[in-house]
């Protein structure tokens, strides 16, 4: 089977195009024909060598949708589009491939109303969103808080928010085009920080109040200007790192409001939380609550190109591989 394997992990020129043997189907495991793979920030971690536990060589691609062709039984029958996370790409081969065999507990049902490139960029994203909110204690009439609108945190915490009944979903930006593109597709309220200052905009879009909860996948100087905007108890939950590892608090943002700060690894967490979370999300994506936004989609063998356009051009929406 073709795949796009990182030999090395020396950024995109370790990404190869090979010929792997199909993976055979044990127990416990569904053999599935990946139609599309979602290309996501951590692969480029990976593949640049700054992810902890990796080992070269490696087939990247955290996410991906597509066919069950074998071992699915009656809750996945031979035929069913699926999608699913999991640690592939990160300690085991990985979605850039035409087949993965797939742990069942993995696996989730694609709605009919969506289809497999939206599909295939939407575990991650929508998954880790979803257990954040129930994690920080999200509930309606709360006001939420996700840096970085057009990113896969930054859209699907705010979609998720909106669609369970938040005051306020809001997120922010630093490119003033990108914030009209925003408002065009429905994301009322972003902060544009080419304007204001991101702790500025969110009391000004909540009167003053703040955000209960923040969700942040970003860090560096986000991360300290988003604890600026916390409200009385809130808590800001981290959980990314494209901006930078590294970021400089102050406490007082934390000590004044008795607010809290917590991490994220979405590895680390229980069966039952992402059942739970797949549950909602599921609902919502058959309802048209949430509609995942897919900026460019490329063939397998661009995936070093689909990678560049991620990280570098920082595009408005998902990025995913056809196979």
């Known amino acids: 089977m073709r795949a796009m394997?990182?030999?090395?992990?020396?950024?995109?020129?370790?990404?190869?195009?090979?010929?792997?043997?199909?993976?055979?189907?044990?127990?416990?495991?569904?053999?599935?024909?990946?139609?599309?793979?979602?290309?996501t920030p951590l692969d480029h971690t990976i593949l640049?060598?700054?992810?902890?536990?990796?080992?070269?060589?490696?087939?990247?691609?955290?996410?991906?949708?597509?066919v069950v062709e074998e071992g699915g039984g009656t809750d996945f029958p031979v035929g069913s589009r699926v999608m699913f996370f999991g640690t592939y790409g990160a300690f085991q081969d990985g979605t850039y491939s035409e087949w993965v065999a797939v742990r069942k507990e993995d696996l989730c049902l694609i709605p009919d109303n969506v289809d497999d490139v939206s599909a295939a960029?939407?575990?991650v994203a929508y998954l880790t969103a979803q257990v954040a909110l129930t994690?920080?204690?999200?509930?309606?009439?709360?006001?939420?808080?996700?840096?970085?609108?057009?990113g896969s945190i930054g859209n699907a915490v705010t979609q998720l928010a909106r669609a369970l009944g938040a005051k306020y979903a809001m997120s922010s930006t630093t490119n003033h085009a990108k914030a009209e593109q925003a408002k065009a597709l429905g994301f009322n309220?972003?902060?544009?920080?080419?304007?204001?200052?991101?702790?500025?905009?969110?009391?000004?879009?909540?009167?003053?109040?703040?955000?209960?909860?923040?969700?942040?996948?970003?860090?560096?100087?986000?991360?300290s200007e988003a604890l600026g905007a916390l409200a009385?108890?809130?808590?800001?939950?981290?959980?990314?790192?494209?901006?930078?590892?590294?970021?400089?608090?102050?406490?007082?943002?934390?000590?004044?409001?008795?607010?809290?700060?917590?991490?994220?690894?979405?590895?680390?967490?229980?069966?039952?939380?992402?059942?739970?979370?797949?549950?909602?999300?599921?609902?919502?994506?058959?309802?048209?609550?949430?509609?995942?936004?897919?900026?460019?989609?490329?063939?397998?063998?661009?995936?070093?190109?689909?990678?560049?356009?991620l990280v570098e051009g920082r595009p408005f929406g998902r990025v995913v591989l056809t196979i």
Do not use: C
């Not at 640049?48 to 597509?66: D, I, M, Q, Y």
């Not at 808590?235 to 608090?249: C, D």
């Open 5 to 39: 394997r990182a030999q090395k992990f020396i950024g995109y020129e370790g990404l190869k195009l090979v010929d792997l043997p199909k993976p055979a189907v044990t127990d416990g495991k569904v053999l599935v024909r990946i139609t599309a793979a979602g290309v």
């Open 48 to 66: 640049s060598g700054k992810f902890h536990g990796s080992k070269a060589p490696l087939v990247l691609g955290n996410e991906g949708a597509g």
């Open 121 to 123: 960029g939407i575990p």
């Open 135 to 150: 994690l920080a204690g999200f509930r309606a009439g709360k006001t939420v808080l996700a840096p970085a609108i057009g």
């Open 189 to 223: 309220e972003v902060v544009d920080t080419s304007l204001e200052k991101l702790g500025d905009g969110v009391r000004r879009i909540t009167s003053g109040y703040g955000a209960d909860i923040v969700i942040d996948g970003i860090g560096g100087e986000v991360l």
């Open 232 to 309: 009385l108890e809130g808590s800001l939950t981290t959980l990314g790192y494209s901006a930078s590892r590294k970021t400089t608090i102050d406490v007082t943002n934390l000590i004044v409001p008795q607010a809290s700060i917590r991490g994220l690894n979405m590895f680390a967490q229980p069966q039952a939380a992402i059942t739970d979370a797949w549950n909602v999300i599921v609902s919502l994506l058959k309802s048209g609550a949430l509609k995942p936004i897919v900026a460019k989609t490329l063939p397998l063998a661009d995936a070093a190109d689909a990678l560049r356009y």
